[in-house]
């Protein structure tokens, strides 16, 4: 039977705590991966994910350019061992709702295994979907977790629609009859093309309430508006 060691990616893109969030979202990038294990000395501090920084980062008001990735990043790691079999690193995986599982050898980080390692390699196949569906359903998540960033930039699609109508609107008294009625037509084009976008996105989204409450309210703002 295949263990941890067999399969584990051996080629680590680590980072330092000190590392900005922008230069560990660029690693990933390049990378084409969705995580980075952020060290120091050869020690395993925490880990960050993409997830991390759609949910935190993005989120937040801070310079992703100045931010160090210890703020968004995850300090309590599960962690697992070379030695184990791949139904045992599946299970901890689900008990845990982790998709990403760093080794340690000895104390040394030395390999990490995705929860699509051990599907590709597994032999009980059961196991491994029993483990992602725990995974992908958690019993408790926030609106980011649930809906993927696509609600979250649909929500801010709205917000930036209705600041601009709004913004527009006010300066409408300053301009000539002709251009005021040039004027509202784009408004009403824009607002239209940035709703028809989002309608999807925020009508899969508007079983949370905070989704709900937030686009009736930006819909609101630009009736009033126009």
């Known amino acids: 039977m295949l263990k941890a060691n067999d399969i584990m990616t051996r080629a680590l893109v680590v980072?330092?705590?000190?590392?900005?969030?922008?230069?560990?979202?660029?690693?990933m990038r390049d990378r084409n991966i969705g995580d980075v294990l952020v060290v120091n000395n050869g020690e395993l501090l925490g880990i960050v994910t993409d997830?991390?920084?759609?949910?935190?980062?993005?989120?937040?008001?801070?310079?992703?350019?100045?931010?160090?990735v210890r703020k968004y990043m995850s300090e309590k790691v599960v962690v697992g061992e070379p030695g184990w079999?791949?139904?045992?690193?599946?299970?901890?995986?689900?008990?845990?709702?982790?998709?990403?599982?760093?080794?340690?050898d000895h104390g040394h980080l030395?390999?990490?295994?995705?929860l699509g390692d051990v599907a590709v390699h597994s032999e009980k196949k059961g196991t491994v979907a029993k483990s992602l569906q725990a995974i992908s359903q958690p019993a408790s998540?926030?609106?980011?977790?649930?809906?993927?960033?696509?609600?979250?930039?649909?929500?801010?699609?709205?917000?930036?629609t209705a600041t601009t109508v709004i913004a527009m609107r006010t300066k409408m008294p300053m301009l000539s009859d002709m251009r005021k009625q040039r004027t509202q037509k784009r408004m009403v084009h824009t607002a239209k093309k940035v709703f028809a976008a989002a309608k999807d996105v925020l009508t899969d989204a508007a079983t949370d309430e905070r989704v709900q409450s937030m686009t009736e309210r930006m819909r609101s703002r630009i009736k009033?508006?126009?």
């Not at 998540?141 to 930036?160: K, N, P, T």
């Open 15 to 27: 980072c330092e705590p000190e590392t900005s969030t922008a230069e560990a979202a660029e690693l």
């Open 51 to 68: 997830r991390d920084l759609a949910t935190k980062a993005l989120t937040s008001r801070d310079d992703p350019r100045e931010t160090p």
């Open 85 to 104: 079999n791949l139904e045992h690193v599946s299970e901890v995986m689900a008990k845990h709702k982790i998709r990403r599982l760093p080794i340690m």
């Open 110 to 114: 030395a390999g990490l295994i995705s």
């Open 141 to 160: 998540v926030s609106m980011f977790e649930r809906r993927g960033v696509s609600a979250m930039l649909a929500g801010l699609a709205l917000a930036i």
């Open 224 to 226: 009033l508006a126009m």
